[in-house]
């Protein structure tokens, strides 16, 4: 599955506790730093990806003020897949911080 | 009792965005959806009319085309519609491929001797190297679609559009509406924009991008360069009669492949989205022949008429065939167009 950033951060938001909806949109805004504000319709659009893939699952649902709140949490499959993705970027992080460095490097030299 | 009593203005304006979305979708998520948007735009009076943000206008739009399309959260007759789409820009950038291919070997054949081209800085020699760029583009666009690499494919599709508008829609506003024939005019542009279109919709993102052998990603060109090589030959023999003969070879040379396919898919009834997919392209490809009935001598007539009834039957055939099979339930294993 091609991993989009709003899906990785969706689930990152979902590590530490449950999340309904819009729960999701405010801790993926806190996670990026302001940088990515899911839209409605793309994170329905997200969830469903991430459900149909088994990564998340529906936790519970509840009624505050007379609207469904329904709570998403990550699956055992989802953090696996979570941890992959954060390996893959990390390795990649790492090369190119080693590159630059080496660049810097030749630039002194 | 009024569904609607007790709703303030901005959450009646989000529940009717949220009409953009297929019914058995909205059954699943309206409410909870319509709980998100609320608690994010907090309590509004009606009295300062509030309205939806365009950006969430937007996204549930496409979200609406992703489900219809047969993404995540779709039913089994959104499936099918969805891989059907994919089909006709598969179908479809193919056909244009191949007719791509065997026009620029065309030109690399007669070069600039061709009169089409048109005089240095000319009008007519921008128009020629837009349809060359077009022509290279809707290749690219093919080739790449096939090999599983989506972004590049849409790229190339989008670029050929800008000169195959350009050629069919000046001349409209240079010329005014007295040139236009509207069955003939409409269906060419339906030929040639229809697939690039259903490339741009129908490989969103929910859709797992497929990579296919280089032998089919490059047949087009091969039939492209078959069909130049056989109109050439027959040129060269000076075997120019009979005149049909060359109804064949234009964009007649895809009505025998396409009832062919039609034929195979009406005989497995496997796949309700190849019998869509077969359909609308064959409806296409009628509409560009049907003109011909009017314009051509009448020695041509038997050949577009048996072109144009083999297109409308297999065309009604196939999607009855297509519609019967969604309506009738669960789709068999679908086809990863």
């Excluded at chain 2, 492949?257 to 077969?278: D, F, I, K, M, Q």
Aim: charged letters at 20%; a neutral charge.
């Amino acid at each position: 599955m091609n991993m989009t950033e709003p899906m990785v951060l969706a689930l990152t938001a979902l590590v530490d506790e449950p999340r309904h909806g819009y729960g999701i949109v405010q801790e993926v805004d806190r996670l990026s730093e302001g940088r990515v504000q899911l839209k409605i319709g793309t994170l329905y659009g997200v969830l469903d990806r991430l459900s149909g893939a088994g990564l998340v699952a529906l936790d519970r649902e509840e009624a505050q003020q007379g609207r469904l709140r329904r709570y998403y949490r990550l699956t055992d499959e989802g953090a696996r897949a979570l941890q992959e993705e954060a390996a893959r970027m990390a390795a990649t992080a790492a090369t190119a911080t080693a590159r630059l460095r080496t660049r810097t490097a030749g630039g002194a030299a | 009792m009024n569904h609607h009593e007790g709703m303030g203005l901005l959450e009646r304006r989000y529940r009717a965005i949220l009409r953009l979305l297929p019914a058995s979708y909205r059954a699943e998520r309206e409410e909870e959806m319509v709980a998100a948007f609320m608690e994010m735009s907090g309590e509004v009076p009606d009295e300062v009319n509030p309205r939806p943000r365009w950006g969430e206008i937007a996204s549930v739009l496409a979200l609406s085309t992703r489900v219809r399309l047969g993404g995540a959260g779709a039913t089994p007759g959104q499936v099918a519609r969805g891989e059907a789409v994919r089909l006709v820009a598969l179908l479809g950038m193919g056909t244009l491929a191949a007719f791509a291919t065997a026009g620029l070997i065309r030109v690399a054949g007669y070069g600039a001797e061709l009169s089409v081209a048109g005089a240095p800085e000319s009008a007519e020699r921008l128009s020629f190297i837009g349809d060359l760029a077009a022509s290279v583009l809707s290749i690219l666009a093919f080739v790449t679609i096939m090999r599983g690499h989506v972004r590049a494919a849409k790229a190339a599709a989008l670029l050929g559009l800008v000169p195959t508008l350009g050629y069919a829609v000046l001349p409209l506003v240079l010329d005014g509406t007295d040139r236009f024939a509207p069955l003939q005019d409409v269906a060419n542009l339906a030929f040639v924009l229809l697939p690039p279109l259903a490339l741009l919709i129908g490989f969103h993102g929910g859709v797992a991008p497929r990579r296919r052998p280089w032998a089919l990603a490059l047949a087009p060109v091969a039939a492209g360069a078959a069909l130049t090589g056989v109109t050439m030959l027959l040129i060269a023999a000076d075997a120019t009669e009979p005149l049909w003969y060359f109804l064949w070879l234009d964009h007649g040379a895809a009505v025998p492949v396409w009832a062919a396919a039609s034929v195979v898919v009406l005989a497995r009834r496997r796949s309700p989205s190849w019998a869509l997919a077969l359909s609308a392209t064959g409806l296409v490809l009628l509409a560009t022949r049907l003109p011909l009935l009017d314009t051509l001598p009448d020695a041509l007539w038997p050949t577009v008429a048996v072109q144009c009834a083999l297109l409308g039957t297999l065309a009604v055939a196939t999607g009855g065939a297509g519609v019967r099979a969604i309506s009738q339930g669960p789709t068999p294993a679908p086809v990863r167009p």
